[in-house]
């Protein structure tokens, strides 16, 4: 790109006098794409010439930049944990100057919340979430990663499936996405589940949620999962009490027929802590 009658055009080295910094910095905790984090936000910083972007500091080390907008999202290794952590934003021109640094303020987010969406990952355990199998009414016992489809799944016996938001039982065993107690406190949980679209054969599921070995919903038996993707069950608990590293099963009863029957179930969990 050629610049003309332009002297001092981005890069130049021409300007020396530093932006003007960014204002009104905040941080909270907030939530995108079912994943939770740390959201950093300011009022723009200015120049005499050209703002080039922004960046933003944790603890003293640059873990983001921003050209467009005054927004960064920091989800990487359990963000959310870190609220407390020291953040900060400056402005950088089109010569590199630097404004001087602004510490992001606390302010109230998002409560913490975790689900299917957000937690899937091929490690047993991460972000509370765990997939396990029960083959004949056996104890549940710990599915396996593969990296098949598109992200990868979690394989039992049979054709015991889990994925990110669906999950698919055996003919012969029970499938349950597994939710573990960060800490004593009260849950709520929600969600919709459904059919897949790819499963409407006719076929009818059944899906529960056990506190431990506690049947919590619905009150008792099992929910019926119709084959058809416009009808959906809502599943809710109003309110949970739990103890540190109590389960949570989301689960799905054998099919006693070996056929696909993915069911989609993202649940929701909310986390009130106690004290």
Known sequence: MIFLNL??????GSDKTPPGPPRRVTKRIGTNLGIQGVEVAWEPGSDNNWVSHYEVLKEG????KAAIGSFFFDYKNSA???IGARYEVRTVDGDGNRSPLVAADFTSGDPETYTALGGFSPIQGAHQWRYEESVEGAPFRELSWENGGYEGRWVGSGLAR??????????????SRTFVAPAAAKLRISGSIRKDPSAENGITMKARVLHNDRQVWPAQGWAE??????KTVECRVATLQVAQDDRVRFVLAHSTQIASNAVIWNPTVLVRRAG
């Open 80 to 82: 959310r944990e870190h």
């Open 61 to 64: 080390l640059i873990v983001g």
């Open 7 to 12: 002297p001092n055009y981005p890069g130049s």
């Open 225 to 230: 999962i119709v084959p058809d993707f416009s």
């Open 162 to 175: 889990i994925g990110r938001i669906w999950m698919q039982p055996g003919a012969g065993s029970d499938v």
